[in-house]
Structure formats: C-alpha cells, structure tokens
Nanobody, 124 residues
Framework: QVQLVESGGDSVQAGGSLRLSCAAS????????MAWFRQVPGNEREGVAA???????RYAESVKGRFTISQDSAKNTLYLQMNSLKPEDTAMYSC??????????????????WGQGTQVTVSS
C-alpha cells in the first residue's frame, strides 16, 4: 500500500519561497512517477509539476521557472521548491504517485495514490 504524507505548507508574502515535502512509503521509484497538484475550492485540480522514474520533470506553464520538483530516493521523499510565489499560487497542494515509470504527466487521472495535502497561502 502506497502512503503519501505532505508537509511544508505555510503562509508567506508574495515573492517568498517555500519547500513542500512528500514522504512516501510502500513503493519503489523505479516503477512510478510522482507529481504535485493543487486545488482551490470550487476549481478543478491542477497539475503543477511531475517527475518520472528517471528524474525527468514536467511543469505547468504557470509555474515554469519558479517551481522545481525533485526526489530523494534514499529518503523516499518528493520535494517541490517554490520560489517567487504569487497570490494566485494559493491552494491546497497534494502529492500523487502513479504506476507508470514515464513520461511525467500532469493529468490527475493518471495517478493512483494521493496524500492529504498541505495548504499554501500567499498574501500580496
């Protein structure tokens, strides 16, 4: 059973940075892709960044150049470094794992396991 637990969400000023973490257990990176999604109440879930089992990333246009997804296989942890945060980045951020090694995909329907989420609030 795959388990995902996010942490690192906080309230920050616009222009600030945060690093989200997703502690994973119950699977091996070599067979799975991982991703970060975000959702605002009343809106659809949005794929923010994904990484395949070879470490190749993919980003939504809205976060390119500001967010970086990475993973530490030794620690079984997925990260999302978020810089130059904007008020429109405010959302509940969740990590997800999918039973496909590649490519990295941003559609939520590809992913099988989800964490509970961590709230990010960016004020202007």
């Amino acid at each position: 059973q795959v388990q995902l637990v996010e942490s690192g969400g906080d309230s920050v000023q616009a222009g600030g940075s945060l690093r989200l973490s997703c502690a994973a257990s119950g699977y091996t990176y070599s067979r799975m892709s991982m991703a970060w999604f975000r959702q605002v109440p009343g809106n659809e879930r949005e794929g923010v960044a994904a990484i395949d089992s070879d470490g190749r990333p993919r980003y939504a246009e809205s976060v390119k150049g500001r967010f970086t997804i990475s993973q530490d296989s030794a620690k079984n942890t997925l990260y999302l470094q978020m810089n130059s945060l904007k008020p429109e980045d405010t959302a509940m951020y969740s990590c997800a794992a999918g039973f496909f090694p590649r490519p990295a995909l941003l559609g939520s329907n590809y992913y099988n396991y989800w964490g509970q989420g961590t709230q990010v609030t960016v004020s202007s």
